[in-house]
């Protein structure tokens, strides 16, 4: 048995070495295709068999590199369209193929933290966060909210009237206090306000006599010429902070600048939360 033993050890290695070399014609092929991924594997066979192989090597770190490359590319793609899950996973096989390349931990620093900032859509087509934002801005002062259950009687119609007669009756039907700001003009309309409901009411008049109204305290409604003047005057400052669990604070906010005017949005650092101001 003994004297049959040079015989195995040769064919053992020879075999070895002709795995090995379909192994690098495997990857030159997978290269020729432009399948890196396919290429990294075939040269890691390569260099497991031959570890002091230089060339083999550096036919691998160069594989490596493409594919990384590749996967990067698709990312990138991946993330212009909102596919961030599918994004992240290729930022992150592209960092294992290439961790020291910094623009792609970077990006996948950035695809994580819009990871952690996205929030379900609902049906209105707006995150969560958009619509507690819009809520906030829409929410009117404590206090200053119309009656909601209110419909004008159906005989309510104006002919050639005094646009001051018509708000002050308006008030009167739904027991509120009418203000009229030092710059208001009076005129004659005629409006039809049968069976109207109270904002709608004020919508019909003030939009017949360019004005625009606003529920300025309990049960008291201002009426104020429609100008860009007046209505940077009258504009309220509503402040409203949201204090942010998992997400990101800086990139939470790079995200809301692409929809909300940067001036209104500061960082509360101490406490990761921001806070919007309109």
């Known amino acids: 048995m003994i004297r049959y033993l040079p015989l195995v050890l040769c064919l053992t290695l020879a075999v070895a070495g002709c795995?090995?070399?379909?192994?690098?014609?495997a990857a030159r092929f997978a290269e020729s295709q432009q399948d890196f991924d396919r290429a990294v594997v075939e040269?890691?066979?390569?260099?497991r068999a031959r570890p002091d192989d230089r060339n083999a090597r550096a036919s691998l770190e160069q594989a490596k590199v493409r594919a990384a490359q590749d996967h990067y590319t698709r990312a990138r793609r991946m993330a212009s369209v909102g596919k961030l899950e599918e994004a992240?996973?290729?930022?992150?096989?592209?960092?294992?193929?290439?961790p020291s390349n910094e623009a792609i931990q970077e990006e996948m620093r950035r695809a994580r933290g819009q990871l952690r900032a996205?929030?379900?859509?609902?049906?209105?087509?707006?995150?969560?966060?958009?619509?507690?934002?819009?809520?906030?801005?829409?929410?009117?002062?404590p206090g200053a909210d119309l009656p909601d259950d209110i419909a004008l009687p159906d005989t309510l119609m104006f002919r050639d009237a005094s646009a001051r007669v018509v708000y002050l009756a308006i008030g009167q039907y739904a027991n509120l206090n009418i203000a009229f700001d030092p710059a208001f003009r009076d005129q004659n309309i005629t409006?039809?306000?049968?069976?109207?409901?109270?904002?709608?009411?004020?919508?019909?008049?003030?939009?017949?006599?360019?004005?625009?109204w606003k529920a300025s305290g309990q049960r008291t409604v201002t009426v104020i010429p429609?100008?860009?003047a007046k209505r940077r005057e009258y504009e309220d400052e509503i402040v409203q902070t949201f204090y942010l669990s998992n997400a990101d604070l800086k990139?939470?906010?790079d995200i809301l600048r692409i929809v909300v005017d940067a001036r209104r949005i500061a960082a509360l650092t101490a406490?990761?939360?921001?806070?919007?101001?309109?």
């Open 191 to 212: 409006v039809d306000l049968r069976k109207a409901k109270l904002a709608e009411a004020f919508d019909s008049v003030s939009s017949a006599t360019r004005n625009f």
């Open 19 to 25: 795995a090995t070399s379909n192994s690098l014609r």
């Open 118 to 141: 996205k929030v379900a859509v609902n049906a209105s087509g707006k995150t969560q966060l958009e619509t507690l934002i819009q809520q906030s801005l829409d929410a009117p002062l």
């Open 226 to 228: 429609d100008t860009p």
């Open 251 to 253: 990139e939470t906010i």
């Open 88 to 98: 992240l996973i290729e930022y992150q096989l592209a960092a294992e193929l290439n």
């Open 271 to 278: 406490t990761n939360a921001i806070t919007i101001k309109d």
């Open 43 to 47: 040269y890691t066979k390569v260099v």
